[in-house]
């Protein structure tokens, strides 16, 4: 069993920077992928960034040179650095974690085997 607990949302202007932090607990060594997603209202929920546990990341086209994925092992925290942010940014943010050996970028919805339960990011114009 894991928990995800996520922190580090909030409102910003545009342009401005968020850091979203996940603490993981439990049987962390189990894990193959982590990553973030985002949902909208009224839209589905996306994959945002993903890290493998081999520290390979990757990135939706929409986020690439704006937001960084990284991973402290040591204290068991998933980071998302958000920079540049823009209004369409704005949704819940959820931290995801995969016990798939085989998972790579783009972390899928299917291959995620346990969720945080998300944090709020708005961004204004």
């Known amino acids: 069993q894991l928990q995800l607990a996520e922190s580090g949302g909030g409102a910003v202007q545009a342009g401005g920077s968020l850091r979203l932090s996940c603490r993981v607990s439990?049987?962390?060594?189990?894990?193959?992928?982590m990553g973030w997603f985002r949902q909208a209202p009224g839209k589905e929920r996306e994959g945002v960034a993903t890290?493998?546990?081999?520290?390979?990341?990757g990135y939706a086209d929409s986020v690439k040179g704006r937001f960084t994925i990284s991973k402290d092992n040591r204290e068991n925290i998933l980071n998302l650095q958000m920079n540049s942010l823009k209004p369409e940014d704005t949704a819940t943010y959820y931290c995801?974690?995969?016990?798939?050996?085989?998972?790579?970028?783009?972390?899928?919805?299917?291959?995620?085997?346990?969720w945080g339960q998300g944090t709020q990011v708005a961004v204004s114009s």
């Open positions: 995801a974690a995969s016990l798939w050996s085989a998972c790579r970028p783009p972390l899928n919805l299917q291959e995620v085997t346990y």
């Open positions: 890290i493998v546990r081999d520290g390979t990341t």
């Open positions: 439990g049987y962390t060594y189990s894990t193959y992928c």
